[in-house]
C-alpha cells in the first residue's frame, strides 16, 4: 500500500512569499501529481512528473525518486494562489489508481 | 488542451429520484475515465474506472446499482446515482486519461439531496 503524506496541512503567507509544499511517499512509483483544488472545488492538474524538475509559471516541481520526496514551490505568491495543493502518486497494486494525500490548504494575504 | 468537463456543475433534488452526472473529454479521446466522490474536507476517494465499451471497474465498497456508470463513447462517461438519499450527498469528480500516464480532472459536480 503507498501511503502519501504532506506538509504542512495548513500554510497562510504574505503576499509575495516564496512558498513551499512537501510530499512524501512510502513505495517506488512511476510519476507523481500535482494538484489544485480551489474553494469552489474544481481540480486542476498542476504537474506530473517522474523526475528533476519543471517548471510552469510562478510553479516549480521538484522530486527525489531515491528519497521518495517531491516539492511544489510557488515564488512570488499571490492571493489568487490560495487553494488547496494535492500530491497524488499511483497505487502501487493498480497504476490507475491514484493516492491522494490530504492536501495542503494555502492562504495567501494581501 | 485536455479540457474535461462536468455537467451539471450543482443539482440539488429530493430524496429517492435519480440524477446524472455528465463528464467530458473537450479535445482528446479518453479510453478510460475516473469517477472520485470527495466529502467535506477529505480527500479524494475513487469509486470506479470505466473503460470505453465495456463495464465500469468499482472500488470495494461503491454499490454498482446505486452509482451506475456508462462510458459509451471515447468522450462521455455518465455517472448516476439512483435513489438517491441525502447520505450520497457529496461533490462528484471525474477525470479523463488520454495516455498511460496523466490524469485531467474535470471541475466537479456537487450534489446535494433534501
Known amino acids: 500500500k503507498n501511503e502519501v503524506e504532506q506538509s504542512p496541512q495548513n500554510l497562510t503567507a504574505q503576499e509575495g512569499e516564496f512558498i513551499t509544499i512537501n510530499c512524501s511517499y512510502s513505495v517506488g512509483i512511476s510519476a507523481l501529481h500535482w494538484l489544485q483544488q480551489h474553494p469552489g472545488g474544481g481540480i486542476v492538474s498542476l504537474f506530473m512528473?517522474?523526475?528533476g524538475k519543471k517548471k510552469h509559471g510562478r510553479l516549480i516541481a521538484t522530486i527525489n525518486i531515491q528519497e521518495k520526496h517531491s516539492s511544489l514551490h510557488i515564488t512570488a505568491s499571490h492571493p489568487r494562489d490560495s487553494a488547496v495543493y494535492i500530491c497524488?502518486?499511483?497505487?502501487?497494486?493498480?497504476?490507475?489508481?491514484?493516492?491522494f494525500g490530504t492536501g495542503t490548504r494555502l492562504q495567501v494575504f494581501p | 488542451g485536455a479540457v474535461v468537463s462536468q455537467h451539471p456543475s450543482r443539482v440539488i433534488c429530493k430524496s429517492g429520484t435519480s440524477v446524472k452526472i455528465e463528464c467530458r473529454s473537450l479535445?482528446?479521446?479518453?479510453?478510460?475515465m475516473f469517477w472520485y466522490r470527495q466529502f467535506p474536507k477529505q480527500s479524494l476517494m475513487l469509486m470506479a474506472t470505466s473503460n470505453e465499451g465495456s463495464k465500469a471497474t468499482y472500488e470495494q465498497g461503491v454499490e454498482k446499482d446505486k452509482f451506475l456508470i456508462n462510458h459509451a463513447s471515447l468522450t462521455l462517461s455518465t455517472l448516476t446515482v439512483t435513489s438517491a438519499h441525502p447520505e450520497d450527498s457529496s461533490f462528484y469528480i471525474c477525470?479523463?486519461?488520454?495516455?498511460?500516464?496523466?490524469?485531467?480532472f474535470g471541475p466537479g459536480t456537487r450534489l446535494t439531496v433534501l
Open positions: 512528473l517522474s523526475s
Open positions: 497524488a502518486v499511483p497505487s502501487s497494486y493498480n497504476t490507475d489508481k491514484l493516492i
Open positions: 477525470s479523463a486519461r488520454p495516455s498511460f500516464s496523466e490524469q485531467f
Open positions: 479535445d482528446f479521446q479518453a479510453t478510460t
